[in-house]
């Protein structure tokens, strides 16, 4: 089994939005040893999924991020059932221990800043070079734990 879970959150025909699953598929032919999963957006049948791993990555786009972020990820303590297929990547984490009673031992949220989500497959430049850098930031994650 491999431990470690990378979720790459975006659409890739939005410009920017796409930073995710971008970043995910670089990691993917870089480290076989990870698996990918590139979704659109969480939900809560990830927390199955998500259950199965020691480490998970999220890696998202956000439009409120000046650079690259790193943020520990840990369960929803108030988490409320959500009404859409939509939840947040701490509300799967709760969902996993709710109903599996097991979460990561290590989990991570990678936020790439994001500018132009206009309809194309092409990253801006300056997310192209902050999904570089997340790139780096999770291949040293991943090699050196």
Request: a negative charge; proline letters at 5%; glycine letters at 4%.
């Amino acid at each position: 089994m491999k431990t470690t879970l990378v979720i790459g959150i975006g659409n890739t025909i939005r410009g920017d939005d796409g930073a995710g699953i971008r970043v995910a598929e670089r990691i993917a032919a870089r480290h076989t040893e990870v698996d990918i999963l590139c979704v659109q957006q969480l939900s809560p049948e990830h927390a199955d999924t998500i259950a199965r791993y020691d480490r998970l990555i999220v890696v998202d786009a956000s439009v409120t991020a000046e650079a690259v972020r790193v943020t520990p990820l840990h369960a929803a303590e108030d988490m409320h059932m959500p009404r859409t297929h939509n939840v947040t990547p701490e509300g799967v984490m709760a969902l996993s221990a709710t109903l599996y009673d097991r979460v990561p031992a290590e989990a991570l949220l990678v936020e790439i800043p994001a500018s132009q989500c206009d309809f194309t497959e092409e990253l801006s430049p300056s997310t192209a070079a902050f999904a570089a850098t997340a790139l780096g930031i999770i291949s040293r994650h991943v090699t050196e734990n």
